[in-house]
């Protein structure tokens, strides 16, 4: 994702779409997306209607201040192809495709989507979540350079992975995978969400978790209660030190004996061009969480 196109997605809250107490919230809440669920937050008897209230919600949102995604049920299940359609009418920022395994999943959700409506803007998000999915990431993630394809966004579903696989929740087992998901996502500029924290009463332990993300890499992560927001938009944003070590680098290199160097000193270390360049990246993502 290239700095001019930046939007962050450092706090992406689930909400199930029956819950109308969590839906009435969104307008108020500082996450950066959330994400209205009809699949495994909704029961199968609340399908339908929950389909009918997502639809109304889309409509109501006051200003786009958070992105707006909805996940539907899987294309082949019952629901599936009817969610996709009447979701995308109500043009939400993204759909977001439980269960998927394959490049072929993403194309055909795709397909339908440019079929039915004119509109381009619905973009697709893939929940990577089965063992089929993580050994075709780097074919999934390959659309991501299509623009036609959609595919903007990977969201780690973390539970759904120790439950087909059998591996203990503990998030050392679950670390080549998501590491896996986060090298993928950059081949296909995709951004990449890390999965969520059952425990959500455990704020610290919350807190370390996100700050563990940012270090691997992910651009957010998946949230269940609006409690979980505030740590997680302080752990994916630039810290003060990041910043202060980027404007420097930024200065040093706008100095005049500096001037066409490609690599210079700064406080005992090497500082090359690239690190200039990520420095500029973290300065305007900075300024646009800012504003
Ligand atoms: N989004 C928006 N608001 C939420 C919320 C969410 N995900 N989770 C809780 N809230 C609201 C509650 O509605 C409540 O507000 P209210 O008193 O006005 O109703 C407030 O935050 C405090 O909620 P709390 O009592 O602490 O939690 P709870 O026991 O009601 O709910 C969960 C706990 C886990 C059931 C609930 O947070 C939830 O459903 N999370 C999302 C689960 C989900 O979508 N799973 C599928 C994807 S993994
Ligand atoms: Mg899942």
């Known amino acids: 994702m290239t700095v001019d196109t930046y939007r962050p997605r ?9 819950n109308e107490r969590a839906l009435a919230k969104i307008g108020s809440l500082a996450c950066d ?3 209205i669920d009809l699949e495994d937050g909704v029961a199968p008897a609340g399908k339908v209607l929950a389909r009918d209230r997502v639809a109304d919600v889309l409509a109501a949102r006051p200003e786009r201040r ?10 082949a299940s019952e629901w599936g192809i009817d969610d996709l359609l009447a979701v995308a009418k109500a043009e939400p920022d993204g759909i ?8 072929r999943d993403i194309l055909e959700a795709g397909d339908l989507l440019d079929d039915n409506f004119a509109l381009d803007t619905v973009k697709l998000w893939a929940m ?38 059998g591996i203990s929740t503990d998030r050392r087992y679950l670390m080549p995978w998501l590491l896996q998901l986060v090298l993928a996502a950059r081949v296909g500029g995709l951004d990449v969400i890390d999965g969520v924290a059952n425990d959500f009463r455990d704020l610290d332990g919350f807190a370390r978790e996100c700050v ?9 992560k998946s949230l269940i209660h609006p409690n979980q927001i505030e740590p997680a938009n302080r752990a994916f944003a630039p810290s003060p030190e990041a910043l202060a070590r980027a404007r420097a680098i930024r200065d040093a290199f ?14 005992g270390r090497m500082v090359e061009r690239l690190h200039l360049a990520e420095a500029e990246k973290l300065l ?3 300024a646009i969480i800012g504003a």
């Open 10 to 18: 450092r706090s992406v809250l689930y909400m199930p779409a029956s």
């Open 33 to 35: 997306a959330v994400i």
């Open 66 to 75: 958070c992105e707006m995604v909805v996940r539907i049920n899987p294309l």
């Open 96 to 103: 977001l495709l439980p269960k998927i395994g394959t490049p």
């Open 128 to 165: 990577i979540e089965t063992p089929k999915a993580l050994l075709n990431i780097g074919a999934i993630a390959e659309l991501g350079r299509d623009p036609a394809s959609r595919l903007a966004c990977f969201v780690a579903g973390t539970n759904d992975l120790v439950k087909a696989t």
């Open 212 to 220: 563990e993300a940012a270090a691997m890499g992910f651009d957010g």
């Open 254 to 267: 706008a100095r005049p004996e500096n001037a066409g160097k490609s690599v210079i000193a700064l406080d």
């Open 284 to 286: 305007a993502k900075a």
